[in-house]
């Protein structure tokens, strides 16, 4: 139960940066992608189920607060969350290589569905432009904050699986 509250509390927290603090920090008109650091990074940790849970309640955020339509950044967010869950057994806390490259790779993801979602079925052919004008920043920009931001989130999951390893040695 402790868990669910802090992961919904980390998923909420990084929300509210990402459309307040960071939406006034932005550079060319580029943000982080928060939203994407926590859904990748809870996928690698704690598996595929888990990336899937945390990147429907991300997607569903986004969608409610941000989207056009209820549904889009669901999906995307929870495909992206189970890609991430499929590295669960290669994922080692003191590696951060991996981290950096399967959120390096869904940020690439992310904005590739967007362009073809949003701007090219609308008649938006200047993929060259979108890339290195808005998909590049943005993957550069979340890498760079993703070198703090997953240090944060691994502390945390570090936290409680030791105390969920206390209390469960308890009732052994």
């Not at 997607?59 to 189970?82: A, E, R, S």
């Not at 890339?131 to 979340?142: A, D, Q």
Request: charged share 15%; proline share 2%.
């Amino acid at each position: 139960m402790k868990r669910k509250i802090v992961t919904g509390l980390i998923i909420l927290i990084c929300f509210l940066l990402e459309s307040t603090i960071f939406h006034k920090l932005t550079f060319a008109s580029i943000s982080p992608n928060l939203m994407i650091i926590v859904v990748s990074s809870f996928g690698f940790m704690r598996g595929k189920k888990t990336g899937m849970t945390v990147g429907f309640a991300s997607g569903l955020l986004v969608d409610l607060l941000w989207g056009n339509m209820l549904g889009f950044h669901m999906l995307i967010f929870t495909v992206i969350g189970y890609l991430n869950g499929t590295f669960e057994r290669l994922f080692y806390d003191e590696d951060i290589k991996l981290p950096i490259i399967l959120i390096a790779t869904s940020e690439l993801i992310y904005g590739l569905i967007i362009y073809g979602c949003m701007y090219m079925l609308q008649g938006d052919f200047l993929f060259g432009n979108y890339l290195y004008r808005i998909i590049l920043p943005e993957l550069v920009y979340t890498i760079l904050i993703t070198l703090v931001f997953y240090q944060i989130i691994l502390r945390i999951n570090r936290k409680l699986e030791s105390e969920e390893q206390r209390s469960a040695s308890r009732f052994v």
